[in-house]
């Protein structure tokens, strides 16, 4: 499925009480090594809103219900390899959310994400081990906050 048809995701866009972005540095490809925002796919036969629950539940500690959030827009996400198979590139269609969450709601969890930090909005643009695909939305996220 990877190698013939694009994927559909979600990314959590989390801001605390200071307005920071919650970052986590990824485990698994693609993408290993980067400092990257959470979310996760979708799977068949789920809908969009069970989707957000299971996701904000695996990489949040906490689930959360899609209506109390904002969805910053479609981006697609290009990869030259996927966490199956180094050979195998991904596409991704990513719906990424606005979350602003009272951090001590969360319960970060270290199975997809070898540590988190939590880095200012003004900060994310220039900090070259932020991954590009947790930037694209910046334009779309000022907007909201302003």
């Known amino acids: 499925m990877v190698k013939n048809a694009p994927l559909f995701s979600i990314d959590l866009v989390v ?76 596409h991704y269609i990513n719906a990424p959310h606005l979350m602003l969450v009272d951090s001590t709601k969360l319960k970060l969890p270290l199975i997809q994400h070898d540590d988190y930090r939590w880095v200012p909005i003004e900060a994310v643009e220039a900090d070259r081990t932020i991954h590009c695909f947790s930037k694209v939305f910046l334009s779309d996220l000022l907007s909201h906050l302003n």
Do not use: Q
């Open 15 to 90: 801001l605390n009480e200071k307005r920071e972005m919650l970052v986590g540095l990824r485990k698994n490809e693609p993408a290993s090594g980067f400092w990257f925002v959470p979310g996760g796919r979708m799977y068949k036969g789920e809908t969009i809103v069970e989707a957000f629950r299971r996701i904000t539940e695996a990489e949040l500690g906490n689930s959360f219900e899609r209506e109390h959030f904002i969805m910053l827009g479609l981006y697609d996400h290009f990869y030259e390899n996927s966490c199956f198979d180094e050979s195998v590139s991904t």
